[in-house]
Every structure is written in C-alpha cells, then in structure tokens.
C-alpha cells in the first residue's frame, strides 16, 4: 500500500482494520473476548490461526487476568471487553496486575495488553450498559488511556495501543460506530499517544473535548463562529498521559476554556484538565474555566430523561458565549 | 529411587525456605525488617515437591506468602532477602518486598498479595505457551482461601476447555488467615472441584515431598502432553502465624493441633528420615544442612550490606515506554 493511499470507512472498520493489520504482521499478537470469533473475527481474520482467536467464557476478571499473564510471557494480547461496564468485572487484573507488574517487579517484565472498551451511552441501554469509566482508571499509575473521536484515529490509536509495550485501555465510542472519513491504508499508520489534535483554529475561547464529544464540540464551533466568536477546538484523543502542552498552548491564544466530557462531573476527566490549568495556566485565564459534562446521576432509560444529560452542540456553544 | 536422584537438592531448597524465614523472624524481632511477612515454615515440601517437578524455563506464580516458591524453583537467596530488607539489589529493586519475590530468571511470573491474583496469570503463561508451542507449564500455587475467589472457577474453568498446559496447585493449610477452610467450604476436599470442570483432582499429604513430587510429576506430564490442566490439592500446614508478628490472640487452631503438626508433621523432619531410610548418609545430611545455613547467612550479610534505593528512583520502572510524570 502506498504510504498515503486512504479509503473511506467507518469508525467500526477502522478499528477491525487496525487489529487485523496487528494481527496479521505480530504472530504474537492475540485477541481474547466474548463472542469475538463470531462478531469480531467471523472470516475477517483471512489467514491467521485461530489458536491465537480466543471467544471466551463470560469471564471478564479470568480472561482478563490471563491476557496479562499472557503479555508478561510474550504475547501481546488485544482483550474486547465489549461493554464499557464491563471493565468494572476486570478491573481487578487491570488496576492490581497489568498498571503495576513491570514496576512491582523492578522492571523484570513489560506488559504489552490493550484493553478495548465500547461506550454505549446514549442509547437508552439504562446504567448498568451506559458508563464511561475511564476517569477511574486515570488515576491508576501505569496504565495509558486513549479515546479515539474519527475513524483515522481509530485505527491509528488502537495500533498504537496494540504495539505499545505498556498496558493501555481504548475507549471507544460505540455511537461513532457508523462514523465514515478517509482512513490512512498504510500499515505503519499509528497516533502517538499523548498527543493532542486541534480540528479548528480560534482565538476567542478553548473548547476542549473528551472522545466522541468532539463532533457537537466542531458544530458548536460554527454557531459561534457565526456569533463572531473564534474557538480553538482540541480533541484530546489521549487521556493518559495528558497532552498539557496542547491545552496550556490552546488556552494562550484564547485566554478563555471549555472543558467537553460525556463523563460524570466528580473527579472526571474534565476535573483533572481543570486542575492542570488552574496550576499552571491561571495567568492566562481572562475568566473562569468552565466544564460542560454529565451530571452526577446515573444513566436513566428512558430518552426524555437520558438526553438532556450529556454534553450538547447547545450546551457548549452557551457554555463558551458565557465567557465572552 | 527417587531420593537418590534428586533428595539431596529437594532436602537443601526445602531448609533453604526454613531457615530463610527463620532468619527473617530473627530480623523482624531485631526491628530491621519494615511491612508484613508471611512464612512459609511447615509448608517446605508442598512447595519443593511442585517446583522439583518443573524446569528451570517452566512457570510458577504464587502469593503474598511468597518467599518459599522462588526458593523451591532456585533462586538465588542474595536478590530475595536483599528484597525483603528493602534494598537496591533486591530481586525486585525494593519495589516488591515480602509478598512479592517474584524472580523471573526462575520462571516466576509474579507473587500476589491479592488472593487469587496469581491464577489467571499462570492460566495466562500456559495460553501463552500453547500458542508459541513452547512446551513449557505453568503451575500456580494459591491457598485454600483464594479458592474461594470467582478467577479461581473462571480460570480453571478456561484452562480446561482449552487444554492448557497449567497445574493449580493448593497449599491447603487448613485456614485463610483466621477463617478455618472447614468454614467457608461446602466440603473439605477442595480437588474433588476438579469434577466440575472435567479434569484430574487430586489430594496429596503436603508434608510429604515424594507424595507431592510424584503426583505434580503426573500432572506435569499430562500438561506437556497437551491433555490440560490438574488442580492438586496438597493438605499442608503453617507454623508460624497467619503473618508473623501479628499476634493474632484468639485461639482459631489449638495448642494439641500446632504441637500435632509441629511434633509428628513436620516436613523436614519427616523427609530427613526418608533420606536416611533411603541410604542417604548422616554425614552427606549434615553437609546438605551446613550449607543451607551458609547461604542463608550469606545472604542476610549481602542483604544487611547492601545500600537502600534513592528516592528519587521511585520514578523508574513505571512503564516500558515512559510518560512524563510530575513530581
């Protein structure tokens, strides 16, 4: 493939390529999960040996336990937890054993795992099936934590998720499932983690934006731009690390902020941010920072309760013409 | 005869463990010893017995009473005590300590202090190992507790419908901390599981090294083979207290069953006379236990003389591919 031949596709594609084009060039790499032989590899997999296909039990903790042990001795496991809640079932082996072996043990072991999450919020899917839990696992030292926004940075991030030697956690948006874009055919196209992507340039007010935030933060944008006001907006694609860098620089055009997550207020993600630039950039504040995230509550079912919570085109565009 | 073959080197490594912990005992009283330390005195020949019956390459992970399985499989004792002293050349860089000796240059892939946490990465070793076709085992020492937790079910459970070369080895000592098995149990015989998941469970007397060797042996066999997993369950018993110097008061086990173990149980003891009775001479035994007393003090010495980690190193080994951390 010619390094900068694309093909459009969806989000759900580009995420199935990545992990095929992992597969097919690491014969160490494996995938563990529910139902994936069917959903997942179901004839999409072409030559690679099913030994290293696992459809497992429903076993989120075992299966997850042993991806580890599995990444410490030379395989590099890709675990499809499907339902974002369900990592909560994992989260054992995650949080006690793949964020802590390599440094529990002096650095005699790396783990290279990637634990792949899908958000379905949204959806009218009640509580129980509708989390976003990577803020929990922000504040787990040794993990790295991506959320791709576009089909691109689907596949460019979970690569980079699948070939990083430390265990990382992809949170995905199931809602951007059906998202299309030119995607990147070469096979060494990854997303480094840790960076930051701006998407639009401004020079009124920060929006920043967590995940699948991002498209109603870019229509956001265009009402404000047809107010006369200018955001900046920067997916942050990376949750950890942070890409300070890219928020301090962002909030030194603007002097103002706008902190977007689908993720409940307390201690999320868009707490942390709020943290760094309260530390860090408050000269370069004109007014305060503000969040646009979910409140408090857990997910009701029903669409006329469950829509309202989350972060809107409206919501944030308010949000940012209350700074001016 | 078995004990001719490898007796001299199962009797060292099991008063390698004993007199470790012993002298870890003498540490702790002396205050130079900081956190928790679990002993593994009274259990010597459940854990040498599985370990002799495994390659140097072959995995083992194991728990927070930690420091006998490294020992069992052949460490050397320098890293490990120099760990449980907290000191730079520790096994683990002092990151680890008393639960956590694991030693990969033996094969061991990590020790837990989360009861159970050991089971699904040896569950993960021997996928790992069937997939390279590597013939390699694992085995996975855990207590009668852990077989409590849901991954203890969830793995086993994985290993056998997938074949896995991997052997669940139960110290049963007879109490999770305080908790007596016989109370958290449906019935005593944590093996006779094994049915439920269709594969070999078998009931070992832990104070017996060739009884263990023997039947670990068969599993091990059966593992290479490709026909799957055993749980073993071998009926052992602690000496010491759940942790020492914790002093837990309350009499959970009485006087008459300590005195029982400790009088007429007692592997090293029992295993000694096997030796004897096999051929092995007095003066070959006293050379066998001279010698584990001078590694042991050697390695108290390497230990003692060996400098703390700097502060700032606390900052190393976070991840393989390093990320900015503040300070």
């Given at each position: 493939?010619?390094?900068?031949?694309?093909?459009?596709?969806?989000?759900?594609?580009?995420?199935?390529?990545?992990?095929?084009?992992?597969?097919?060039?690491?014969?160490?790499?494996?995938?563990?999960?529910?139902?994936?032989t069917?959903y997942?590899?179901?004839?999409?997999?072409?030559?690679?040996?099913?030994k290293?296909?696992?459809?497992?039990?429903?076993?989120?903790?075992?299966?997850?336990?042993?991806a580890?042990?599995?990444?410490?001795?030379?395989?590099?496991p890709?675990?499809?937890?499907?339902?974002?809640?369900f990592?909560?079932?994992?989260?054992?082996?995650?949080?006690?054993?793949?964020?802590?072996?390599?440094?529990?043990?002096?650095?005699?072991?790396?783990?290279?795992?990637?634990?792949?999450?899908?958000?379905?919020?949204?959806?009218?899917n009640?509580?129980?099936?509708?989390?976003?839990?990577y803020?929990m696992?922000?504040?787990?030292?040794?993990?790295k934590?991506?959320?791709?926004?576009?089909?691109?940075?689907?596949?460019?991030?979970l690569?980079?998720?699948?070939?990083?030697n430390?265990?990382?956690?992809?949170?995905?948006?199931?809602?951007?499932w059906?998202?299309?874009?030119?995607v990147?055919?070469?096979?060494?196209?990854?997303?480094?983690?840790?960076?930051?992507?701006?998407?639009?340039?401004?020079?009124?007010?920060?929006?920043?934006?967590?995940?699948?935030?991002?498209r109603?933060?870019?229509?956001a944008?265009?009402?404000l731009?047809a107010e006369?006001?200018?955001?900046d907006?920067?997916?942050l694609?990376?949750?950890?690390?942070?890409?300070?860098?890219?928020?301090?620089?962002?909030?030194?055009?603007?002097?103002?902020?706008?902190?977007?997550?689908?993720?409940?207020?307390t201690?999320?993600?868009?707490?942390?941010?709020?943290?760094?630039?309260?530390?860090?950039?408050f000269?370069?504040?004109?007014?305060?920072?503000r969040?646009?995230?979910?409140?408090?509550?857990?997910?009701?079912f029903?669409?006329?309760?469950?829509?309202?919570?989350?972060?809107?085109?409206?919501?944030?565009?308010a949000?940012?013409r209350?700074?001016? | 005869?078995?004990?001719?073959?490898i007796?001299?080197?199962?009797?060292?490594?099991?008063?390698?463990?004993?007199?470790?912990?012993?002298?870890?005992?003498?540490?702790?009283?002396?205050?130079?010893?900081?956190?928790?330390?679990?002993?593994s005195?009274?259990?010597e020949?459940?854990?040498v017995?599985?370990?002799?019956?495994?390659?140097i390459?072959?995995?083992?992970?194991?728990?927070?009473?930690?420091?006998?399985?490294?020992?069992?499989k052949?460490s050397?004792?320098?890293?490990?005590?120099?760990?449980?002293?907290?000191k730079?050349?520790?096994?683990?860089?002092?990151?680890?300590?008393?639960?956590?000796?694991?030693?990969?240059s033996?094969?061991?892939?990590?020790?837990?202090?989360?009861?159970?946490g050991?089971?699904?990465?040896?569950?993960?070793?021997?996928?790992?190992?069937?997939?390279?076709?590597?013939?390699?085992?694992?085995?996975?020492?855990?207590?009668?507790?852990?077989?409590?937790?849901?991954v203890f079910?969830?793995?086993?459970?994985?290993?056998?419908?997938?074949?896995?070369p991997?052997?669940?080895?139960?110290?049963?000592?007879?109490?999770?901390?305080?908790?007596p098995?016989?109370?958290?149990h449906?019935?005593?015989?944590?093996?006779?599981?094994?049915?439920?998941?269709?594969?070999?469970?078998?009931?070992v007397?832990?104070?017996?090294?060739?009884?263990?060797?023997?039947v670990?042996?068969?599993?091990?066999?059966?593992?290479?083979?490709?026909?799957?997993?055993?749980?073993i369950?071998?009926?052992?018993?602690?000496?010491?207290?759940?942790?020492?110097?914790?002093?837990?008061?309350?009499?959970?086990?009485?006087?008459?069953?300590?005195?029982?173990?400790m009088?007429?149980?007692?592997?090293?003891?029992?295993?000694?006379?096997?030796?004897?009775?096999?051929g092995?001479?007095?003066?070959?035994?006293?050379?066998?236990?001279?010698?584990?007393?001078?590694?042991?003090?050697?390695?108290?010495?390497?230990?003692?003389?060996?400098?703390?980690?700097?502060?700032?190193?606390?900052?190393?080994?976070?991840?393989?591919?390093?990320?900015?951390i503040?300070?």
């Amino acid at each position: 493939m010619t390094d900068n031949a694309t093909q459009r596709m969806t989000y759900l594609d580009a995420l199935g390529l990545a992990q095929r084009e992992e597969l097919e060039a690491d014969p160490t790499t494996i995938m563990i999960g529910e139902d994936i032989t069917l959903y997942a590899a179901g004839g999409a997999y072409g030559d690679i040996d099913m030994k290293r296909i696992r459809s497992a039990p429903i076993s989120e903790c075992g299966f997850a336990g042993m991806a580890v042990g599995a990444a410490i001795t030379g395989m590099r496991p890709i675990v499809d937890l499907t339902i974002a809640n369900f990592i909560y079932l994992a989260s054992d082996p995650i949080i006690n054993q793949a964020a802590r072996l390599r440094y529990m043990t002096g650095g005699q072991f790396q783990v290279p795992v990637t634990f792949r999450a899908s958000m379905w919020h949204n959806q009218a899917n009640a509580a129980q099936h509708s989390d976003r839990p990577y803020p929990m696992f922000m504040n787990v030292p040794g993990l790295k934590i991506v959320c791709p926004a576009t089909p691109s940075d689907a596949k460019g991030l979970l690569k980079a998720a699948i070939r990083d030697n430390d265990p990382v956690l992809v949170f995905e948006d199931n809602d951007l499932w059906g998202m299309k874009e030119e995607v990147p055919l070469s096979t060494d196209f990854v997303v480094p983690i840790g960076k930051a992507k701006t998407h639009r340039e401004g020079s009124d007010v920060t929006i920043i934006s967590v995940a699948g935030c991002l498209r109603h933060c870019l229509k956001a944008a265009e009402d404000l731009a047809a107010e006369g006001i200018s955001a900046d907006v920067v997916d942050l694609r990376t949750l950890l690390p942070l890409d300070n860098d890219a928020i301090l620089n962002s909030l030194g055009k603007t002097g103002r902020i706008v902190i977007v997550d689908y993720a409940h207020r307390t201690c999320g993600a868009a707490a942390e941010i709020a943290a760094i630039v309260a530390e860090d950039g408050f000269d370069l504040l004109k007014k305060p920072v503000r969040r646009v995230v979910t409140p408090d509550v857990p997910i009701p079912f029903a669409q006329t309760m469950e829509k309202q919570l989350y972060p809107s085109r409206e919501s944030i565009a308010a949000a940012a013409r209350s700074l001016m | 005869m078995l004990q001719n073959d490898i007796g001299g080197e199962a009797y060292l490594r099991m008063l390698k463990i004993r007199h470790f912990e012993q002298a870890i005992v003498k540490l702790i009283t002396a205050g130079e010893v900081a956190g928790a330390c679990h002993s593994s005195i009274g259990q010597e020949a459940a854990i040498v017995g599985a370990c002799m019956a495994l390659n140097i390459d072959d995995y083992i992970s194991g728990t927070h009473r930690s420091h006998g399985h490294p020992i069992g499989k052949g460490s050397d004792l320098n890293p490990l005590m120099a760990e449980i002293l907290a000191k730079v050349t520790g096994v683990c860089k002092g990151r680890g300590g008393s639960m956590h000796l694991t030693d990969k240059s033996v094969g061991s892939i990590g020790e837990s202090a989360i009861v159970g946490g050991g089971i699904p990465l040896a569950t993960g070793a021997a996928l790992s190992a069937q997939i390279r076709g590597s013939g390699q085992v694992a085995l996975t020492f855990f207590g009668d507790g852990a077989s409590n937790e849901g991954v203890f079910h969830e793995s086993i459970n994985m290993a056998a419908i997938w074949k896995l070369p991997v052997i669940f080895f139960c110290e049963n000592n007879g109490y999770a901390a305080v908790t007596p098995a016989l109370s958290t149990h449906g019935q005593p015989d944590i093996a006779r599981r094994a049915d439920g998941y269709g594969i070999p469970g078998v009931i070992v007397d832990g104070q017996d090294f060739d009884a263990v060797y023997t039947v670990t042996q068969e599993a091990v066999e059966r593992a290479r083979r490709g026909d799957g997993p055993t749980l073993i369950e071998a009926k052992t018993y602690r000496f010491d207290e759940h942790c020492v110097g914790l002093f837990i008061k309350g009499g959970y086990r009485t006087q008459e069953e300590m005195d029982f173990y400790m009088s007429e149980r007692d592997p090293v003891v029992l295993y000694r006379a096997t030796l004897l009775a096999g051929g092995m001479s007095e003066s070959t035994l006293s050379q066998i236990e001279d010698k584990a007393v001078a590694l042991v003090d050697q390695a108290v010495q390497f230990a003692k003389d060996s400098p703390y980690p700097e502060p700032e190193e606390a900052f190393e080994f976070v991840h393989a591919n390093p990320i900015a951390i503040r300070r």
